[in-house]
């Protein structure tokens, strides 16, 4: 017991020592302001942004931080349940079907080491800037992770003696798919979701910052170039807390799953 | 159970009921990179177990006892022969067998109350009714207190009466188990055995019985077929006197001991046969 | 003939299919949907031979953009050996350590960029910093993840052998570790890639992300689709290499288990 409480102690100390220094940092005048938010104020411009009032005027004539946030929300929503959508049947037929499995296995597998941020032009060729291409870049990024986990899973469950079981007890093969390797492989689906979310997540707000159309990707490269050192720390700030709070949530869920396995 | 008890004696020397028949099974594989190369993996296997008999087979370890299982339980087909349970051809799972296998095979996802009733909801039974049948499944295999735990909680020996209770629920005619304490420790395979002879006698089960361990095979059954190696088939047949009801004690006694013996000579041959030959070695087959 | 062997051969064979039905319906597309602005296979051909050859752009963007990824992956390499190591070995760093680390693998990391750009400025200093932020986290996790589970039977093996520190590292340590590091370097390999890029694609004067800006506002779809080749062609080659070698070092130094 006492080893965990030094660890989460020293956890904290880590934390607070850094933030401690950068704002020490700026305050003394080592670094500019123009460069470096001091923390606190950081977190006050953040929780400016969600009042009404001058921030938005300063910066955005037309639309509200708030609005900002829920697009990019919006976004990540709309991509990861689409890859869910066509990533989950997909993942499930690639496994059924061996072949078509193992002759698309290499190129899956290399998928994620091509840059896919490289297809952006092209994306936007096709689809023009705006909410479709961003949607579509945080879809391409997290689709195949969704896809290789669903079909791992399913075969680490044929692997198993638990669809025996079933076939044991008479039970047809939908029914077998549907109470057996569907519940079993959920851990490994989930590691997927996961993963999938993550990289919605990344693409899209990645694609933000690039495309620059709207959103909060769009806010921290739109105040770096307008010199708004405070707003783009805070939007930093938002998009830092919104990545590490689901990332630790579903990391948790991860967890419970795979302990429910427990020998 | 005086009844039950009963009932045993008469099926012991008499043909009663013929609840499972194996006539002249074989099995024969080929190896997969030349068509050519075929495996007898079983052959000429004639077996017969009648109603309330508990009978056990005792083999070296990849000389087709599980082959053997899931060939009598349907879930392979053999090359020759035919099994008949109660007079019907066996093609496929057949409602009348239940099957415990020898991996741990509770889904984890799931209590151990809703194991238990698994079988009873996909044949659409009530859930009142499931419910009801579960619970007394449940305190039969000796899991009461622990219907709302996941196996993940429970111990292996646990896990495998939860196994057994979602195969008895069923109840079939005959079960059917693969080494059902195979991965657990002496102790508890000992105690566990003897929860097995109790419910058995409980609700006059017949058993099939697949083991490596001949003082399990002696304590447990009625009769063993004693197995031979490469191709896989019947060489003894050795009927334990042993009155019942018998427990753990049964172990140290005399007539233990004398069919212990007899039972590891012949196992001793085919033993000392098979580690020479181990290189190429044919794999003990999952039922596929 | 065998299934197996069946099997096998029309799996190469779809292997091969695949790009040559991507070909197909690119020259399909491009001639068909000419509102989409598709060059054709071929035209593309020739603007990727021109770059890399007569008017050589291509080629210099390349080299830019090699030399930042190559510096700041290898920064990332020794950097992430050296704390995956010592993360691994210490257990009281690894479990103060470990959260951090996971989490900032899940952050948008782009939207740091802006940071790099005031620490390094906007030459090529600044990518070779984000390649190095990216790519060095995945080393890092994996490594200290193969120390971490090195089996303490082969370590009680060796220590009962009385083998010393060297011995202990070329018999135990590395054979036991290689799979995970070597997954680790390759995961690197391809963060590092993916900031580079992102990165000269955010601010640059140089580089395959740069060009790759530039080509869209002038509407070079043959400039764009070779460089996006090119991008996967360097990829899939050095991805190759790593397994290639990965599976050559396995196979000679790890038994069972």
């Known amino acids: 017991m006492k080893r965990a409480n030094k660890v989460r102690m020293t956890k904290w100390l880590v934390l607070l020592g850094s933030a401690g220094c950068l704002e020490i940092i700026v305050r003394a005048g080592i670094v500019r302001r123009s460069t470096l938010t001091p923390v606190s104020e950081m977190f006050v411009t953040l929780w400016k942004f969600f009042l009404p009032g001058e921030v938005q005027a300063r910066l955005l004539k037309d639309s509200s931080i708030a609005a900002n946030f829920f697009m990019t929300f919006g976004e990540i929503l709309l991509s990861f349940s689409l890859a869910v959508l066509v990533g989950f049947p997909v993942g499930v037929l690639l496994w059924k079907w061996k072949t078509l499995g193992r002759i698309l296995n290499p190129y899956l597998v290399s998928y994620y080491a091509i840059p896919v941020f490289a297809l952006y032009p092209i994306i936007v060729g096709i689809f023009g800037i705006g909410m479709l291409s961003i949607t579509f870049m945080g879809w391409l990024f997290a689709i195949v992770a969704i896809i290789i986990s669903t079909a791992t899973g399913f075969d680490e469950v044929e692997k198993r003696i638990y669809p025996q079981v079933g076939k044991s007890l008479r039970l047809s093969r939908w029914r077998i798919f549907v109470w057996i390797y569907f519940p079993a492989a959920t851990p490994y689906v989930f590691t997927g979701l996961k993963l999938g979310f993550i990289y919605s997540i990344i693409g899209v707000i990645a694609s933000e910052f690039i495309l620059s159309t709207r959103g909060l990707g769009h806010l921290v490269r739109f105040s770096y170039s307008a010199f708004e050192t405070e707003i783009m720390y805070a939007s930093m700030l938002l998009i830092v807390i919104m990545a590490v709070v689901v990332n630790s949530a579903l990391m948790r869920i991860e967890a419970w799953l795979y302990g429910r396995q427990a020998r | 159970m005086g009844g039950a008890a009963g009932k045993r004696q008469l099926a012991f020397r008499e043909i009663s009921m013929i609840v499972l028949e194996v006539r002249n099974l074989g099995k024969t594989y080929s190896v997969h990179e030349a068509d050519a190369?075929?495996?007898?993996?079983?052959?000429?296997?004639?077996?017969?177990?009648?109603?309330?008999?508990?009978?056990?087979?005792?083999?070296?370890?990849?000389?087709?006892?599980?082959?053997?299982?899931?060939?009598?339980?349907?879930?392979?087909?053999?090359?020759?022969?035919?099994?008949?349970?109660?007079?019907?051809?066996?093609?496929?799972?057949?409602?009348?067998?239940?099957?415990?296998?020898?991996?741990?095979?509770?889904?984890?996802?799931?209590?151990?109350?809703?194991?238990?009733?698994?079988?009873?909801?996909?044949?659409?039974?009530?859930?009142?009714?499931?419910?009801?049948?579960?619970?007394?499944?449940?305190?039969?295999?000796?899991?009461?207190?622990?219907?709302?735990?996941?196996?993940?909680?429970?111990?292996?020996?646990?896990?495998?009466?939860?196994?057994?209770?979602?195969?008895?629920?069923?109840?079939?005619?005959?079960?059917?188990?693969?080494?059902?304490?195979?991965?657990?420790?002496?102790?508890?395979?000992?105690?566990?055995?003897?929860?097995?002879l109790r419910i058995c006698d409980r609700i006059g089960a017949t058993v099939l019985f697949i083991t490596h361990s001949i003082s399990e095979s002696v304590m447990l059954s009625d009769r063993v077929y004693v197995m031979s190696c490469r191709p896989g088939t019947f060489k003894k047949v050795i009927d334990i006197d042993i009155p019942r009801p018998r427990s753990s004690s049964t172990i140290g006694t005399k007539r233990f001991g004398e069919i212990t013996d007899e039972i590891w000579r012949e196992l001793k041959e085919e033993t000392s046969k098979r580690m020479r030959v181990d290189a190429c070695g044919m794999e003990e087959d999952r039922p596929r | 003939m065998t299934a197996r062997t069946r099997d096998r051969l029309l799996t190469q064979l779809g292997v091969i299919a695949v790009p040559v039905f991507i070909l197909l319906v690119w020259q399909v597309s491009s001639t068909l949907f000419a509102y989409l602005f598709l060059p054709t296979p071929l035209k593309t051909f020739e603007v990727l031979k021109d770059g890399l050859t007569e008017s050589g752009w291509l080629l210099s963007e390349l080299k830019d953009t090699m030399i930042e990824l190559l510096l700041g992956y290898l920064l990332a390499v020794v950097t992430g050996l050296m704390t995956g190591f010592i993360l691994g070995m210490n257990r009281f760093l690894r479990e103060v350590a470990e959260p951090f680390v996971l989490n900032i693998y899940a952050i948008p990391k782009v939207t740091l960029f802006p940071i790099f750009l005031f620490m390094f400025g906007l030459g090529m200093e600044s990518k070779v910093a984000f390649g190095f932020f990216h790519g060095v986290f995945p080393i890092i996790i994996l490594t200290m993840g193969a120390i971490k589970d090195?089996?303490?039977?082969?370590?009680?093996?060796?220590?009962?052998?009385?083998?010393?520190?060297?011995?202990?590292?070329?018999?135990?340590?590395?054979?036991?570790?290689?799979?995970s590091v070597m997954t680790g370097l390759r995961l690197g390999f391809n963060l590092a890639f993916i900031g580079v890029i992102l990165g000269e694609m955010a601010a640059s004067k140089s580089g395959l992300g740069y060009a790759l800006m530039k080509s869209e506002g002038s509407f070079y779809m043959e400039k764009i689709i070779c460089i996006v080749v090119v991008l996967a062609v360097i990829a899939v080659a050095v991805n190759y290499l790593y397994y290639a070698v990965e599976g050559k070092l396995i196979r000679v130094r790890v038994r069972a288990g």
Request: proline letters at 5%; aromatic letters at 6%; a negative charge.
């Open chain 2, 37 to 196: 190369l075929r495996v007898e993996a079983l052959k000429d296997i004639n077996l017969t177990v009648n109603k309330g008999e508990f009978i056990s087979i005792i083999g070296p370890s990849g000389c087709g006892k599980s082959t053997l299982f899931g060939l009598i339980g349907g879930l392979n087909e053999c090359t020759s022969g035919q099994v008949l349970i109660e007079g019907e051809k066996v093609d496929g799972p057949h409602p009348s067998i239940g099957m415990v296998f020898q991996e741990e095979s509770a889904f984890p996802w799931l209590t151990s109350l809703e194991n238990v009733e698994f079988g009873l909801k996909m044949a659409g039974i009530s859930k009142q009714e499931r419910r009801t049948r579960a619970k007394e499944m449940i305190e039969l295999v000796g899991l009461s207190g622990f219907e709302n735990h996941y196996p993940g909680e429970l111990s292996g020996g646990m896990r495998q009466r939860v196994a057994i209770g979602r195969t008895l629920v069923m109840n079939p005619e005959i079960i059917l188990m693969d080494e059902p304490f195979g991965a657990l420790d002496e102790q508890t395979r000992v105690l566990l055995g003897e929860e097995l």
């Open chain 3, 150 to 179: 090195i089996k303490g039977i082969y370590l009680k093996l060796g220590r009962s052998l009385r083998l010393n520190p060297l011995q202990m590292y070329k018999e135990i340590v590395f054979p036991s570790t290689l799979p």
